[in-house]
């Protein structure tokens, strides 16, 4: 391998968690040559989960969560270009463009470009003031510096993970938060009906409001507030406004580049391109997942770590097949959300609550006979038990599982 | 400063000495074979999974619930069993050794 690759450049394009975690796969699986890894964001690489979690309340900074230690760059030589825009990549010379007109090349290219939020074509959004997406630190830095006592009416834009788990955040640092969602749930792209009840519920419970149907149509900045406005009329004042509809993908440098795209950079089983010498991980990538045998966009944790491996291992020779069954996590007040598969599709939900354990529930969905999916609350027996399950493809007794005297365990319902 | 040693499972033995953070990212720092931290640190992934020497048990602590209910299915599970990013590094577990799980 040594003589392969030591001479060789591998060029990664988005330094968060797909980038990086490939970038020091790729050295463990024997890669000998220079890996060089862009980022226009110019913080060092951290975790972004905990942006709209524990970072807002905690004093501490993003700094604290990095993805790798800075010392385990140097020891692996590792290269990272921070601050720094890719603006065209270039298949026949095999190079990438910088904006500031540098040129690099590269022997095997990797798109990590991941997502970027969707802004939706809101009238006055422009013109608001404190208007804050959230997705890097300095989103979230920005958003906690903002936030102060006499300034301190939140509307959040969307409800789902990211405005909840903000919603949260920020309510627990005294704000006065309010939910504004299209669909008539929240949640409602991911989970089941009781599901969204429970995180309605739960929220109320804090003294934050959730509101369903609200369709957010214009913002006016008035007096030094904003006045956020419905398609039923209703409007709420807000010092701050956060944007949390969902995001968009960051495809077009592939595009550009005449890489195969839909919705997402298309892949196969190795995180390969349909050209040989160019990978894609991580969310901005449409991916074939065996277990559902169906292509999929994923915006997880997960998937980026996973995805970083298969990668890493496909561009040293060791080849193997993408084949991982996506989990996601969720932090609200004291609550642990931890889901596992694929729900999309379920005709049935068997729901659980618990009796010998406070707040401890878990929603099983099914098509037919088959387990899609697993939402677990306080409860990661359910969570691990179900990720078992779906590999598996565990036939399950649902009278059995519906009956909570009979405790969870992985022979109980089989 | 604390002084942990990881014991790998192909009897590597790793020792390791920090002041701050969690034990499962001194682990990456350290590259311990078999210490993955795939979810950040926030008990979900099961990748930090370590035996406490059965000495170092009361030192280290028992595990939380949520970790507990992590670990109670996993095949290689033992009655000496944590979840590594669930332990805090400080002076009360200096000298401790942890041998890695399967
Ligand atoms: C607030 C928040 C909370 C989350 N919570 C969870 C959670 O609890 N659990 C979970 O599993 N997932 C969670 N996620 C999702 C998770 O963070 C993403 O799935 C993960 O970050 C994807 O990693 P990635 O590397 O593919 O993409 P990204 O993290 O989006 O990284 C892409 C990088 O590419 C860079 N980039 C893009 N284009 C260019 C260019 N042309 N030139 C230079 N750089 C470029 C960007 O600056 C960015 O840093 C959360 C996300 C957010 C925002
Ligand atoms: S790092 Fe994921 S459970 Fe410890």
Known sequence: ?414 | MAKITFVTSDNDTIITEATTGSVMELAVQNKVKGIDGDCGGVCSCATCHVHVEPAFWDKVGAPSQLESDMLEFDDNVSEYSRLCCQIDVSDAIDGVVLNVAK
């Open chain 1, 1 to 414: 391998m040594s003589t392969e690759t030591s001479n060789k450049i591998c060029v990664v394009i988005g330094a968060s968690h797909a980038g990086v975690n490939f970038a020091f796969a790729l050295r463990k699986e024997g890669w000998e040559g220079d890996i060089i890894l862009f980022d226009r964001d110019p913080e060092f690489p951290y975790h972004r989960p905990p942006l709209s979690k524990a970072y807002l309340t905690s004093e501490e900074g993003t700094q604290q969560d990095l993805l790798f230690p800075k010392q385990n760059y140097e020891t692996d030589k590792i290269t990272l270009k921070l601050g720094k825009i890719i603006s065209s990549i270039n298949r026949k010379e095999k190079s990438v463009t910088v904006s500031d007109g540098s040129v690099q090349k590269y022997d095997k290219l990797v798109l990590t470009t991941g997502a970027r939020p969707f802004i939706p074509p809101i009238k006055g959004l422009n013109s608001a003031k404190n208007v804050f997406a959230m997705r890097t630190a300095e989103d979230a830095l920005n958003i906690r510096k903002s936030l102060n006592k006499d300034h301190n009416k939140v509307i959040i834009i969307g409800g789902g993970y990211i405005g909840l788990e903000t919603a949260a955040s920020l309510s627990k640092l005294g704000a006065s938060v309010t939910v504004l969602e299209r669909e008539e749930r929240v949640l409602s792209r991911v989970t089941a009906p009781e599901m969204s009840t429970y995180f309605k519920e739960l929220h109320h419970k804090h003294g934050v409001s959730v509101l369903s149907n609200k369709n957010v149509t214009s913002i006016n900045f008035d007096n030094n507030i904003n006045e956020v406005q419905c398609d039923d009329n209703s409007s709420y004042k807000a010092d701050i406004i956060i944007v949390g509809v969902g995001i968009k993908v960051n495809t077009e440098l592939a595009e550009e580049a005449g890489l195969e795209i839909e919705n997402g950079i298309k892949v196969d089983a190795n995180c390969k391109t349909n050209d040989p010498n160019i990978y894609a991980l991580g969310d901005c990538t449409f991916h074939f997942n065996p277990h559902y045998k169906k292509y999929i966009r994923l915006e997880s944790v997960q998937n980026a770590v996973d995805q970083a491996k298969i990668a890493a291992k496909s561009i040293c020779g060791k080849a193997v097949a993408y084949d991982s069954i996506p989990w996601f996590w969720s932090d609200q007040y004291d609550v642990k959300l931890q889901m596992v598969g694929l729900s999309q599709g379920y005709n049935q939900t068997i729901k659980r609550i618990e009796t010998d354990r406070d707040n401890c529930q878990s929603v099983w969905y099914f098509k037919d006979d088959e387990l899609l999916a697993v939402d677990a609350i306080n409860n990661a027996k359910a969570y691990m038990l179900g990720i078992r399950f779906i590999q598996k493809n565990q036939k399950i007794d649902k009278l059995k599982l519906s009956d909570v005297s009979i405790a969870i365990t992985p022979t109980s319902y089989i």
